[in-house]
């Protein structure tokens, strides 16, 4: 199982980023998808997680509004779209994979199994 995050970079305030992880393995159909991000000195932290093709989209208060989690299934790919993005915002993205709860609020990291190495966005 690989994830291979992509799209991260630097933009202004009000700005937007597009990111994306790549699936290599089984669990992509399989497996709840999510995003999380930590920023320097601070917990990690969920950002949106969703299923391929059951459930809706679980998204962090923070991120509500702002980001969008979707799937290019054809592609094997998660994508995380952030519009409005906020300096609070800047922190590295990793994209992650669970069998158990397909939610990000109120859980812990560790309930994520599989782990990208992460893609830096910082807003200024």
């Known amino acids: 199982v690989q994830l291979v995050e992509s799209g991260g970079g630097s933009v202004q305030a009000g700005g937007s980023l597009r990111l994306s992880c790549k699936v290599s393995?089984?669990?992509?159909?399989?497996?709840?998808m999510g995003w999380w991000r930590q920023a320097p000195g601070k917990e990690r932290e969920g950002v949106a997680a969703?299923?391929?093709?059951?459930?809706?989209?679980q998204y962090a208060a923070s991120s509500k509004g702002r980001f969008t989690i979707s799937r290019d299934n054809k592609k094997n790919t998660l994508i995380l779209q952030m519009n409005n993005l906020e300096p609070e915002d800047t922190a590295m993205y990793y994209c992650?994979?669970?069998?158990?709860?397909?939610?990000?609020?109120?859980?812990?990291?560790?309930?994520?199994?599989?782990w990208g190495q992460g893609t830096q966005v910082t807003v200024s």
């Open positions: 393995g089984s669990i992509y159909d399989h497996f709840c």
């Open positions: 992650a994979a669970t069998a158990g709860l397909c939610r990000v609020a109120g859980l812990d990291p560790s309930e994520y199994t599989y």
């Open positions: 969703s299923y391929t093709n059951r459930g809706s989209p």
